[in-house]
């Protein structure tokens, strides 16, 4: 059975750092694509980060970029979301998510909260 | 960025009714439209991914149409347990983008 778990989340102060992980089991990890899709309270969906099989190749949309790092382990078979400078529109609740062509396997979603 | 707008925002139907919700793109993106299924405090769920392709383990009363700009997800006979949240998503060109989402409730 394909299980993504994501941890790391909690509340954090503008401007401060917070590392989310998503650990993967029941699949072969290195072989997928991997994202993370984030969701504002009471909002829609929003991508937030890919990256590729072995790690080269990474890609933000513009609200990101710059700020958050996707990063991976294969050999933990974890996904990792560096996120830098947060701001309280980054408040949501963020997913791990596998990629195959389509994000076909999702996490139970780790909530980050940018607050003072 | 392609803009996906959905409709309606909310459609409320009675168990047993079949239903079609939309998807516009805003330029033609073949068939690179998927749809998600997020029912309340759950992660989403693949239903349908490029536009008609079925997903196992999805019932078969769900299916997707469309090409170009617009895409349709049909449910025939609504059951209780649809009644959530469905959005598109496009994978044509990065930044990969989702529609807002139409809530389906109960009438």
């Known amino acids: 059975e394909v299980q993504l778990v994501e941890s790391g989340g909690g509340l954090v102060q503008p401007g401060r750092s917070l590392k989310l992980s998503c650990a993967a089991s029941g699949f072969t990890f290195s072989n997928y694509y991997m994202a993370w899709v984030r969701q504002a309270p009471k909002k829609g969906l929003e991508w937030v980060a890919t990256?590729?099989?072995?790690?080269?190749?990474?890609y933000y949309p513009d609200s990101v970029k710059g700020r958050f790092t996707i990063s991976r382990d294969n050999a933990k078979s974890s996904l990792y979301l560096q996120m830098n400078s947060l701001k309280s529109e980054d408040t949501a609740t963020y997913y791990c998510?596998?990629?195959?062509?389509?994000?076909?396997?999702w996490g139970q979603g780790a909530s980050v909260t940018v607050s003072s | 960025d392609i803009v996906l707008t959905q409709s309606p925002a909310t459609l409320s139907v009675t168990p047993g009714e079949s239903v079609s919700l939309s998807c516009r793109a805003s330029q033609g993106i073949s068939t690179s439209i998927h749809w998600y299924q997020q029912k309340s405090n759950e992660s989403p769920r693949l239903l349908i991914k490029y536009a008609s392709q079925s997903i196992s383990g999805i019932p078969s009363r769900f299916s997707g149409s469309g090409s170009g700009t617009d895409f349709t997800l049909s449910i025939n006979r609504v059951e209780s347990e649809d009644f959530s949240v469905y959005y598109c998503?496009?994978?044509?060109?990065?930044?990969?983008?989702f529609g807002s989402g139409t809530k389906l409730e109960i009438k």
């Open positions: 998503q496009q994978s044509y060109s990065l930044p990969l983008t």
């Open positions: 990256i590729s099989t072995s790690g080269s190749r990474t």
């Open positions: 998510a596998r990629l195959y062509d389509v994000m076909d396997a």
